[in-house]
């Protein structure tokens, strides 16, 4: 090819490419790779949205290619309709510092956002892996930035509530957790085993270094009061604990939710005063069927209701996972979830829809496209 019909193709490329790059798109496509301004498909998996100002900011896990370990980080882009998104880079970054906790090669998942009024400061919590541990750390982390694009500065990660017992654990739960001894139950999903899972088999076993932290989301309450939620006792049971008012650290207060019912990926939402919270089951990056409860204080007592998923592939999430609910200013909710690409992290897609309400349960009926500020 002579030199200059290469430069002129090349330009045409270029041109072509910024083209489709801009181009703005009209609709959520549920599903399909979803394009930011650069033309690439979003990567912010596990994510969650935090509107600030007149800004969309979506944080989530960055995924790569051929890895399940995290190597740049937690992304974040910004949109003013929910649609189109601005790629606004890496908001946590991994380091290289050997030892680290959040050191490049362990496991970021489910990061997200909430401000804090009262301190002005973002904060991000996300789960955490160590590096070269598998699953194994369970922990969550706290990181902390001025602008809620970032750079986020790594606080601290733990496990969680070390030393405290849930707060529906009275004289009576207590005496029933002190009989209970691990080494009597070696045979999981047996009867027997799953009523001292409920009775706090594996809390116990955990009081002391904390409870184990996998799967999480953030909710803030009218109040301004924030909770962290969270796959804990083998994923077995979910944790609800209460924030500090600089939403940095734990209070110490908690509640369990469906003891041995095996849920991950909580994303939780408050309607007409009830709390809702949506669910999946544990099977890896495998889609799974929707759990649904609701309760009329965030700490209970949880009530399990059928799977709130009407379409296509409804037994199955329409093969996603569930991740964060966004509320809206007028009131309405998204429910956003990850269709997982094991073979390929980077390509996983995104389900988002709107929450309606048949009779008093929410549901997710599904549609290939959705506009997020104007479809009800
Ligand atoms: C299911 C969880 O929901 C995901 O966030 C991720 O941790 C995968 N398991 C890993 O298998």
Redesign the pocket.
């Known amino acids: 090819m002579n030199r200059r019909l290469f430069v002129f193709l090349l330009l045409v490329t270029m041109v072509v490419g910024a083209a489709v790059a801009a181009q703005e798109q009209d609709s959520v496509c549920n599903g399909e790779q979803w394009l930011d301004d650069g033309g690439k498909h979003i990567n912010a998996h ?1 994510g969650g949205v935090l509107k600030y100002g007149d800004t969309y900011y979506w944080f989530g896990e960055h995924r790569t290619d051929h890895s ?1 370990v995290t190597l740049v980080g937690v992304r974040c882009y910004a949109s003013k309709d929910l649609i189109n998104w601005r790629n606004c880079g890496v908001a946590l970054s991994v380091v290289d510092e050997k030892g680290h906790d959040i050191e490049r090669g362990c ?1 970021i ?2 990061p997200k956002v909430i401000y804090n009024k009262e301190t002005g400061k973002f904060c991000m919590w996300f ?1 955490l892996e160590l590096k070269g541990r598998g ?1 194994d750390a369970a922990r969550y982390g706290v990181a902390v930035a001025d602008r809620p694009e970032g750079p986020y500065e790594f606080l601290y990660s733990q496990r969680a509530d070390a030393g405290k017992w849930p707060l529906e654990f009275g004289e009576r739960e207590l005496a029933v957790v002190d009989t209970l001894n691990e080494a009597n139950y070696k045979k999981w999903w047996t009867p027997v085993w799953r009523k001292s899972v409920d009775e706090g088999l594996l809390v116990k076993r955990d009081f002391d270094s904390g409870q184990m932290s ?2 999480m989301t953030l909710f803030v309450d009218d109040d301004g009061k924030a909770y962290h939620i969270f ?1 804990s006792e083998e994923n077995l049971t979910l944790h609800i604990a209460e924030l500090t008012d600089d939403y940095l650290h734990h209070t110490g207060r908690y509640t369990r939710v469906a003891p041995a019912g095996h849920n ?2 909580p994303a939780l939402f408050k309607h007409n005063g009830t709390y809702w919270m949506i669910t ?1 089951g ?4 495998e889609p799974n069927e929707a759990r649904l409860f609701s309760a009329s204080s965030i700490w209970g007592p949880w009530t399990q209701h059928p799977n709130p998923c009407r379409g296509p592939l409804a037994e199955k999430t329409f093969g996603g ?1 569930s991740t964060f609910i966004l509320k809206l200013d007028d009131g309405r909710h998204i429910f956003m979830a ?1 269709i ?1 690409h ?1 073979r390929r992290l980077s390509d996983s897609r995104y389900i988002w829809l709107p929450i309606s309400f048949e009779g008093s349960l929410p549901i997710l009926q599904w549609r290939s496209t959705f506009q997020p500020l104007i479809d009800k």
């Open positions: 596990g399940f496991i998942e489910r789960h699953y996998r799967d796959s991950e990926a999946s544990c099977t890896g990056w996972q990850d997982w094991p």
